[in-house]
């Protein structure tokens, strides 16, 4: 644990962890960034091992203990972990996700595993094309319910209930309880124990929130004018893709700003790398997806940027939670955003006030000859090639049939 970075075991841990190594079912509600996913993984795999050698199998290492979680970031990050916990253990693991080959997963699987790690999706493609066996699971972990929740895979995860023995340890973490996670959890645990702890993050009515609207394609200047002009000096940026944060971090670098990305296709050595230039100031800006920004201890942070807004609204609480009281989260919303801003306004029950940057607002452009000044119609030229003389409105000035007035945004 000390390797880990851990000193003493957080809330979650300290309370979740004898409860599982108990053998009860447990509901846990803790936010991210608590320490959850060490504290069902080390439970979880003292229990394997101490009954490895336990009973007979005609399979050679039959599937004991399934972990379903909503991504593929997080499911790889979920494997990392079991691998560097229990790499003196004689258990094996696999991670199964989608956007890779199918028949190397397969492989792995044939070979014989203790514990899968999967998303719903590719799991239950596994389970058609009948290459797993789930039907000697011991331990089964639904990791961030919440998310399975609004990206729509509870209906695969109710599938896949039906394959697993009645009798077996049930463990259901979540940041928030909607009714579809608490009638799923009625459905399948027994006489759970429920665990929650305290927010580490502070309330969002307490941090200071602003939305700057701008045009997409000018997000990264105004970024760097927001980082510059303001003088920031730590900033822990948002972004929705693994690619997107990557090209933003290189292109920050090469305008003079020190910027590190963090994701899950980044290696865990370089992902501490950053984060541990990020924290002592030798990086100003830290850009990262939301799995890899889960469980990282960086809260009270002096500033946090949505350059992309999520989709999942809960994810905006998440995010901003690492500002802290003192601390300001800035958005900066294009025209196609303004939907997934109105879904994050009507979960936190409050309007978010607008500001626009001066010579960054909608309406303005970037040219070679006039850099962030506002639009402007081109003139309009005579039949000679001169400029048309304005006219007021009338006979001559009519619209042409069918053309319609610009609508104001």
Not at 99 to 124: C, H, K, S
């Amino acid at each position: 644990m000390s390797e880990r970075g851990y000193a003493v075991p957080t809330p979650i841990q300290v309370r979740a962890i004898p409860l599982a190594l108990s053998g009860r079912d447990l509901l846990g509600a803790a936010q991210t960034g608590t320490g959850k996913t060490t504290g069902f993984i080390l439970p979880m795999l003292h229990l394997l091992a101490a009954k490895a050698d336990a009973g007979a199998s005609p399979a050679p290492r039959p599937i004991r203990a399934l972990v379903i979680v909503p991504t593929r970031e997080l499911a790889a990050q979920v494997h990392e972990s079991m691998c560097d916990y229990g790499r003196f253990l004689k258990l094996r693991s696999a991670v199964i996700f989608g956007g890779v080959g199918f028949n190397p997963q397969a492989a792995e699987l044939r070979r014989g595993v203790d514990i899968v790690v999967a998303t719903p999706g590719r799991l239950l493609d596994h389970v058609h094309q009948k290459t797993i066996d789930l039907g000697q699971v011991e331990i089964l972990v639904l990791d961030e319910a919440d998310r399975l929740l609004a990206m729509g895979f509870l209906p695969d995860v109710r599938r896949v209930l039906p394959l697993l023995p009645a009798k077996r340890q049930n463990l259901l973490f979540s940041a928030a309880f909607p009714d579809e996670i608490r009638q799923l959890a009625g459905s399948f645990m027994r006489d759970p124990v429920t665990v929650e702890v305290a927010r580490r993050n502070v309330p969002i009515e307490v941090i200071s929130q602003v939305v700057h609207p701008v045009e997409t394609a000018r997000k990264r200047e105004l970024l760097a004018h927001l980082i510059r002009a303001r003088d920031w000096g730590q900033v822990l940026v948002f972004i929705r893709t693994q690619r997107g944060a990557n090209r933003l971090a290189e292109q920050l670098e090469r305008e003079g700003i020190g910027a590190g990305a963090i994701h899950g296709n980044k290696a865990r050595n370089a992902r501490a790398r950053a984060l541990r230039r990020f924290k002592a100031g030798e990086l100003r800006v830290l850009v990262a997806n939301d799995t890899a920004a889960r469980g990282l201890d960086i809260d009270a942070l002096p500033h946090v940027v949505n350059y992309d807004l999520p989709n999942v609204p809960g994810d905006y609480v998440h995010r901003i939670g690492r500002a802290g009281a003192a601390g300001e989260a800035v958005s900066l919303m294009s025209a196609e955003d303004r939907p997934l801003l109105a879904a994050i306004e009507r979960l936190i029950g409050r309007k978010i006030g607008q500001r626009a940057v001066p010579g960054f607002g909608p309406g303005y452009r970037l040219s070679a000859g006039r850099r962030g000044q506002p639009s402007r119609p081109r003139p309009r030229l005579n039949g000679n090639g001169a400029r048309a003389r304005n006219r007021p409105p009338g006979r001559g000035a009519e619209r042409a049939p069918g053309a319609h007035r610009a609508k104001e945004n």
